[in-house]
Nanobody
């Protein structure tokens, strides 16, 4: 099982980035994909969750990013995406994707213990 995040970088406040989470080694369409953010010196926090294709469950978002971030996935490419708009300096940190074998996002999707496989993370820096 492998998850590889990419797409991070340095962006000015108000800008946008799209993170990718390329996966392999498991059946992509069976798993929900969660996104987490770890700001410098802080614990990792949940950002978003995209359910497996066919589950007919809308993505879920943390209140801090709702309306700015959008989670999606491409089954043909076994890749999940996190589109981040209107970025703020407080969005700075490392972003991780992770798998949830349940396959769907729900009220407890914010718990990192629900996720079993993790990527190595990609750094996002938002300058003011």
């Amino acid at each position: 099982v492998q998850l590889v995040e990419s797409g991070g970088g340095l962006v000015q406040a108000g800008g946008s980035l799209r993170l990718s989470c390329a996966t392999s080694g498991f059946t992509f369409d069976d798993y929900a994909i969660g996104w987490f953010h770890q700001a410098p010196g802080k614990k990792r926090e949940w950002v978003a969750c995209a359910s497996a294709s066919g589950r007919n469950v809308m993505p879920l978002y943390a209140a801090s990013v709702k309306g700015r971030f959008y989670a999606s996935r491409d089954s043909a490419k076994n890749t999940a995406y996190l589109r981040m708009n209107s970025l703020k300096p407080e969005d700075t940190g490392v972003y991780y994707c992770a798998t949830d074998v349940r396959g769907f996002c729900y009220a407890e999707s914010w718990r990192d213990t629900n996720y079993d496989q993790w990527g190595q993370g990609t750094q996002v820096t938002v300058s003011s």
